[in-house]
């Protein structure tokens, strides 16, 4: 799965892209962690070219949003595809987690510069 | 080459060539080299009258014989010399052979005790840290390294030097020389990474795909020739000891890990109910198939008296141990909860299993599904209740096939989150089977989804059987549907049907 990281200002952006799976989230939880040891919690983890999540993935968010909510921020999602979005509205996890549109969305909608 | 110091046979030889010149009538001989008197018969006698030289320009070794007049006898004195001289050359020679050999008796013998050794060290860091230790003694160096490159993972750096280096000097030597295998010797100190004046180095044939090499580094003077051919003895023998090495690595690895797996099997499986309830009206069957990893499913049903039929089902995330322990815990507080807690709604089971469970799932970052069905004594209503768990499917005897969707997130997420009950009417003939994903995310070999409306079509095939037929018969479809596909995930059900 390739990873792209980046910031926006104090906003962490992961930008995910392949087979989001049980094997794939090492870096992606190492990820989570590092922003949270940074003082960051305002995180924004895209989607949009995920095409494959698992339960193990999920998790790996669950926990992210946990840590970022403890600290009064948030982890948000942007661009599900249709195959990812089913399984976040199977589990109902569509509305533990705020999804939005488009990663700009997501970024303004956190409401700090 | 130095006569300074003649050995005893040579100087009894020389005073043999003497004594003839002084029959004759010499006064005294003396022998020079490059100049200076080495010997001289009658023994220290210097002489400073003129006299007749004889020289041997090979090895610059000239007689001086004092007081003779006699003519004639040069080419004599020239002769002598010289073949004194091949005399010399020829036992300095067989000295430095000798010396020669024993060395390289001495290193045969090392070699060989390391090669005893290497044999019984079977970890690849002992292997590795006796290579090193041993390979930098033998060549008199400062220090040695090794560094074996494993697909898929950090190279490995084992170091053993009187002064060490840092990791990324030797890291970059291995580079630099994987680059080039045949150039074993880097000569040219501009090539060299910082900190090592001169190296030595040959790699250790191992399996394909990895990359092993030994580095011996900073030796007074320069490496020789033998020192790289002993280096290269070394690495030969050791690459079948690496191997071996990384073989037994291996090995212990897949041990590990078929016990783990063989041992969350035991886990899960003895937690599934050994028996099902036999209930007037009520036909309930439920199994679980666990894939050769364990998954983290589990099912229960709980018949108690003067109580209503209580069925749960749930999938743990992650797979092997943690998720059977995690599964086992989940199981039994719901078990408890069903039997001891005074409840109306399945929604108040969900709710204790998140607040007693919350903790345990939040520290190692995994939740899990569930369902809770409560039938009516009535036998017309199912109250149920659904953490994210899919699919559950509803097949009225007469009409559409139904997919009950949860309505709220998995347990062992939010603090103290509020579950929400559902019901549902059902009648005579009808039918209701809770399923985890492990059915509907079957693939064939082409890597296409079993799906839930092949499972939607699928009961409405079965839906006339018994609540076993049915059960039976959909596994029997999702595992044709497979084929030779391995199962990856756990494959757990319950079905539900009214008969009265």
Not at chain 2, 33 to 49: C, F, H, Q, R
Not at chain 2, 98 to 109: A, G, K, N, P, Y
Request: with cysteine; glycine share 6%.
């Amino acid at each position: 799965m390739e990873i792209n990281k980046k910031t926006s200002g104090s906003i962490a952006i992961l930008q995910l892209k392949g087979r989001f799976d049980a094997h794939e989230i090492a870096p992606v939880t190492a990820w989570l962690q590092t922003q949270i040891d940074t003082g960051i919690f305002h995180v924004i983890v895209n989607l949009e070219g995920v095409n494959f999540i698992d339960s193990t993935a999920l998790a790996s968010l669950v926990r992210g949003l946990k840590h970022c909510r403890e600290k009064g921020g948030d982890l948000r999602l942007c661009v599900l595809q249709p195959a990812v979005r089913v399984i976040f509205e199977l589990t109902r996890l569509d509305k533990a987690f705020n999804i939005l549109v488009t990663e700009e969305e997501a970024a303004a909608s956190f409401g700090i510069s | 080459m130095s006569l300074a110091n003649l050995v005893p046979q040579h100087k009894t030889e020389f005073e043999t060539m003497a004594t003839v010149w002084l029959q004759l009538g010499a006064s005294s001989v003396e022998l020079l080299e490059n100049g200076s008197v080495i010997a001289s018969y009658p023994v220290g006698k210097t002489d400073l009258t003129p006299a007749m030289i004889a020289n041997d320009k090979v090895t610059g070794l000239e007689l001086h014989i004092h007081n003779f007049m006699r003519s004639g006898w040069q080419p004599s004195a020239d002769l002598q010399i010289q073949m004194f001289g091949q005399v010399l050359n020829a036992d300095q020679e067989m000295d430095a052979l000798t010396s020669s050999l024993v060395e390289t008796q001495d290193r045969l013998v090392a070699l060989y005790d390391l090669s005893r050794a290497t044999r019984r060290a079977i970890e690849v860091d002992d292997l590795l840290n006796l290579l090193t230790v041993e390979s930098s003694r033998l060549l008199d160096a400062d220090g040695a390294f090794a560094v074996v490159y494993l697909p898929g993972q950090p190279p490995i750096v084992r170091q053993s030097a009187a002064n060490p280096l840092p990791e990324s000097q030797l890291l970059a030597a291995a580079a630099l020389y994987r680059l080039d295998p045949n150039k074993r010797t880097f000569k040219d100190s501009q090539t060299l990474p910082t900190g090592l004046r001169n190296v030595v180095m040959s790699y250790m044939p191992v399996r394909d795909k990895v990359f092993a090499c030994l580095g011996v580094f900073n030796k007074d003077g320069n490496f020789t020739a033998p020192d790289s051919k002993l280096l290269k003895a070394i690495t030969d023998q050791a690459g079948a000891n690496l191997d071996n090495a990384l073989l037994y690595q291996d090995a212990i690895l897949r041990v590990r890990q078929d016990t783990e797996m063989d041992l969350a099997r035991q886990v899960q499986t003895s937690l599934m109910p050994q028996s099902l309830p036999k209930l007037k009206g009520v036909d309930i069957y439920g199994v679980s198939i666990p894939a050769l990893q364990v998954g983290g499913d589990f099912f229960d049903v709980v018949a108690m008296p003067n109580r209503p039929l209580v069925f749960l089902m749930g999938d743990v995330t992650g797979k092997g141990m943690p998720a059977a322990l995690l599964m086992s815990m989940t199981h039994t507080v719901a078990r408890s909860a069903i039997r001891y807690m005074p409840f109306k709604a399945p929604n108040q089971i969900l709710e204790r299993l998140n607040k007693d469970l919350l903790d345990d799932y939040s520290t190692v970052g995994m939740f899990t599904t569930a369902f809770v069905g409560v039938l009516e004594e009535t036998n017309q209503r199912l109250l149920y209740s659904n953490a994210g768990q899919s699919p559950i499917i509803f097949i009225p005897q007469k009409g559409e096939p139904l997919l009950l969707e949860a309505d709220d997130i998995p347990v062992g997420i939010f603090d103290g989150h509020i579950y929400k009950s559902q019901t549902l009417e059902i009648s005579i003939g009808d039918v209701l089977v809770a399923m985890t994903d492990g059915f509907n995310e079957t693939r064939d070999q082409t890597g296409e989804l079993f799906g839930i409306e092949r499972l939607k079509s699928e009961l409405v095939k079965l839906v006339h059987l018994s609540a076993q037929e049915i059960a039976t018969g959909l596994i029997q479809a999702v595992s044709d549907y497979a084929g030779d596909h391995p199962q990856d995930d756990d494959r757990t059900l319950v079905v539900l049907k009214v008969t009265s």
